[in-house]
């Protein structure tokens, strides 16, 4: 059975500074894109419940800090266990490789040769703001770097950072989040 992973990203309506802890954050808007469909999507923080049900049929869950981030944040708004989704956290491959965390705009403008359109405290003030049209979109901008750059390690099995002394290479083996396993998958955990 081929592997339909969904890359992932959203934006909180809070700042560690205001709540150490993840789950009170608090959701503004999360987006995707769903390679079982070949989509992306956005949702509101009342819309949630479409994005989870998504999730519950993608074979891995795929983002930049969803372990230590993302998935947390999201844990108060699903009645299953959030832990029970397979997922690819491509800072914590990064991570593992080198040592040392890199941001997604390091990364992707290295790789890709693309920034960020902006940063995550700029998507609170957005919120605050009520500039949901611009909260929306750069959330929407990191979901769609994000899966470039998953797209560009499973194709040369690479990814790109600077070093003080140049372009360095971290090799990746993400091949396997989107071939056939053989055996049925699923990670539903809500009861019916």
């Known amino acids: 059975m081929k592997r339909f992973p969904v890359v ?11 709540f150490s802890e ?6 503004t808007v999360l987006s995707l894109y769903d390679y079982g469909t070949g989509k992306e999507s956005i949702y509101t923080e009342k819309e949630l ?22 998935l947390p944040v999201l844990k108060p ?59 929306k979109k750069y959330c929407l901008d990191d979901t769609l ?10 194709k040369y099995k690479e990814i790109h950072y600077m070093t003080p002394t140049g372009r360095s290479i971290i090799r990746v083996d993400w091949e396997k989040y989107m071939e056939e396993s053989g055996k049925s998958e699923t990670h539903m955990t809500l009861p019916f």
Not at 149 to 154: A, E, I, S, V
């Open 8 to 18: 992932f990203d959203l934006e909180t309506k809070h700042t560690f500074r205001e």
């Open 145 to 154: 770097i994000t899966k470039e750059l998953f797209d560009f390690g499973l």
């Open 22 to 27: 993840p789950e009170k954050l608090g959701v």
């Open 77 to 135: 708004y699903y009645a299953g266990d959030i832990s029970y989704f397979l997922t690819l956290d491509i800072l914590e491959d990064i991570r593992i490789k080198i040592g040392h965390r890199i941001s997604l705009n390091d990364v992707a403008s290295t790789t890709l040769n693309k920034k960020k359109s902006g940063h995550g405290l700029q998507a609170i003030d957005f919120y605050k703001e009520g500039k949901w049209d611009e909260l």
């Open 49 to 70: 419940s479409g994005a989870l049900r998504i999730f519950e049929n993608a074979s891995y869950l795929v983002g930049y800090n969803i372990n230590g981030f993302d």
